[in-house]
């Protein structure tokens, strides 16, 4: 952790030490986290955020995202013929993020999916088992809607070829994916709003496998 002096920590946060003062007598748990070396206070870079109004709103948007959540893994748990709980146990690759550069609808959005799914079957079906679940959402800052999906490929040898082709498909969008991981309850996340109408759809060329 990198701590800086007083005077230093006052000019990152534009404020005076008065304010510095009042904000660690209220908050006793972060003042024991400055130092005191040759008899002079040492503050926590990091506590910089404290004073941002900007850091802690953003901070706060992505704890509530999170809580609703782990809200929603909780209930779908707990009814355990619920989609969601019957996707949670299946097998998962990697978790996907497409966010559009034009504006898509809804219906745009589930077309863009199931082509994807097609192309990718039209492609490696023969190869490997390849399970898909999506959901679109809308945009937060911008107008239109993007999708999150999970997406199951059977074969691992297969695994960064057809990471590369879902990249190409949506060469002109932004992607991002990663492992999935099944104890982040990404599945849940991605169902939080409920699954309805063209908001979602679970595509895959062997869904009757018992292990799925």
Known sequence: ??????NDFLKIINKGKSTLYRFYSK???LYSETRKKRNKRLIPKTHAKY?????MHEENKVLSRENKSMKNLIDCLIDRDSLQTKLWYMDWSYFFTVAYKVDRNKKSCFK????CY???VSEYGGKTEIRLFFTTEPFVNRKGYHNHF????SNDKLHNEIIQVIQTFF?????DYK????YKGGLFYMSKEGLINEDWDVLGNNLSNKNK
């Open 1 to 6: 952790m990198r701590y800086e002096k007083v």
């Open 27 to 29: 908050n006793q748990d």
């Open 51 to 55: 004073f941002n109004s900007e850091i």
């Open 112 to 115: 863009m999916m199931h082509s």
């Open 118 to 120: 097609e192309y990718l």
């Open 150 to 153: 999970s997406i199951y490929i």
């Open 171 to 175: 060469s002109f969008d932004r992607v």
């Open 179 to 182: 492992k999935y991981d099944r």
